[in-house]
């Protein structure tokens, strides 16, 4: 079992910036891809960014591509996702999940943390 916890959320105004950790622990693979989801009020959950472990290789949605920036620390287990130019609509419960390859659907997804909230106000 793999097991994926979210920290950093938190409330902040439009334009500030956050950074939310990934912390992984338990069974590793030797190769595998964390992405990070968002969940908005009523919606479904929606792709945000990705990062393969071995070769650090990034995806990004369309809507956050020049504003957020995921990394990793190999030593710790743990991806981040910095979030800079924040928006009202960046609103979202974010959620970090781990799978062998990149599929950007949340279905596809082998393990999933239990999210962080990040409030933006305008």
């Given at each position: 079992?793999?097991?994926?916890?979210?920290?950093?959320?938190?409330?902040?105004?439009?334009?500030?910036s956050?950074?939310?950790?990934?912390?992984?622990?338990?069974?590793?693979?030797?190769?595998?891809?964390?992405?990070?989801?968002?969940?908005?009020?009523?919606?479904?959950?929606?792709?945000?960014?990705?990062?393969?472990?071995?070769?650090?290789?990034?995806?990004?949605?369309?809507?956050?591509?020049?504003?957020?920036?995921?990394?990793?620390?190999?030593?710790?287990?743990?991806?981040?996702?910095?979030?800079?130019?924040?928006?009202?609509?960046?609103?979202?419960?974010?959620?970090c999940?781990?799978?062998?390859?990149?599929?950007?659907?949340?279905?596809?997804?082998?393990?999933?943390?239990?999210?962080?909230?990040v409030?933006?106000?305008?």
């Amino acid at each position: 079992q793999v097991q994926l916890v979210e920290s950093g959320g938190g409330s902040v105004q439009a334009g500030g910036s956050l950074r939310l950790s990934c912390a992984a622990s338990g069974r590793t693979f030797s190769s595998y891809v964390v992405e990070w989801f968002r969940q908005a009020p009523g919606k479904e959950h929606e792709f945000v960014a990705a990062i393969s472990w071995n070769f650090g290789s990034t995806f990004y949605a369309d809507s956050v591509k020049g504003r957020f920036t995921i990394s990793r620390d190999n030593a710790k287990k743990t991806v981040f996702l910095q979030m800079n130019g924040l928006k009202p609509e960046d609103t979202a419960v974010y959620y970090c999940a781990l799978n062998g390859v990149v599929v950007r659907t949340w279905s596809g997804m082998d393990y999933w943390g239990k999210g962080t909230l990040v409030t933006v106000s305008s």
